[in-house]
């Protein structure tokens, strides 16, 4: 077990670029989760993946932001035209669908917007 | 809306257990309890989950009133590495995927 996998670590980019993440998830969980967390709070749902599919996304996610999960294995989030409200750690966390709510995080990806 | 509501910050010397209690009286009757930490710089840890009945594992206990409207973990031999912030989380109503994280409890274990 190699655990969740998430790329970069930090990412430092300038108002109004786009970016992107990469999570790998624990080879066999067809479950998907990414999270955003800022300073002082917990993690904040963004988006669930059963296997391809993107079952539930957040109310509260702006159009900027998408997420793709093709075949059903790795998963990347991208944020266009980047905001310095972007600016937190983007989580990813996986498990089996047999789990329930236990889920496996990765050490999240510390998005910096200057 | 359901939700938790948890202490921000408990101390507690090392060897000693540790309580940490979780308010939420707004869970409804098939909704689970999870509770997790998180290590400065780290990705948040599964510690355990309950129902309607007390629970324990290698991590911790869990003790969930009759009437489900608080729980407790307990950390029966609290060591310096459980300095963690601890969450006690419950699912959106409505939602199968959604879980609600609140701040959390900043457990500090002192030598």
């Known amino acids: 077990d190699t655990g969740v996998s998430q790329n970069p670590r930090h990412k430092i980019t300038k108002r109004g670029q786009n970016v992107t993440f990469r999570c790998d998830p624990i080879?066999?969980?067809?479950?998907l989760y990414w999270y955003r967390q800022t300073l002082g709070q917990g993690p904040e749902f963004l988006t669930y993946?059963?296997?391809?599919?993107?079952?539930?996304k957040s109310r509260l996610l702006s159009d900027r932001f998408s997420a793709e999960r093709p075949k059903g294995s790795f998963s990347t989030l991208e944020i266009q035209r980047t905001e310095q409200g972007d600016s937190a750690m983007y989580l990813c966390?996986?498990?089996?669908?047999?789990?329930?709510?236990?889920?496996?995080f990765g050490n999240g990806t510390r998005l910096t917007v200057t | 809306d359901a939700k938790t509501t948890q202490p921000p910050s408990m101390d507690c010397a090392e060897g000693r257990a540790a309580n940490l209690p979780c308010n939420h009286s707004?869970?409804?009757?098939?909704?689970?309890v999870y509770w997790y930490r998180q290590i400065h710089s780290q990705g948040p840890q599964y510690i355990i989950h309950g129902l309607k009945n007390n629970e324990t594992n290698e991590m911790a206990s869990l003790i969930i009133t009759e009437d489900r409207k608080s729980s407790t973990l307990i950390l029966p031999h609290a060591t310096l590495r459980d300095t963690a912030v601890y969450y006690c989380?419950?699912?959106?109503?409505?939602?199968?995927?959604?879980?609600?994280w609140g701040a959390g409890t900043k457990l500090i274990i002192k030598p």
């Open positions: 707004t869970i409804s009757g098939n909704e689970y």
């Open positions: 989380i419950v699912r959106l109503p409505g939602s199968n995927y959604q879980l609600i």
């Open positions: 080879s066999e969980h067809n479950r």
């Open positions: 993946f059963q296997n391809e599919a993107q079952l539930e």
């Open positions: 966390a996986s498990s089996l669908l047999s789990a329930g709510d236990v889920l496996h």
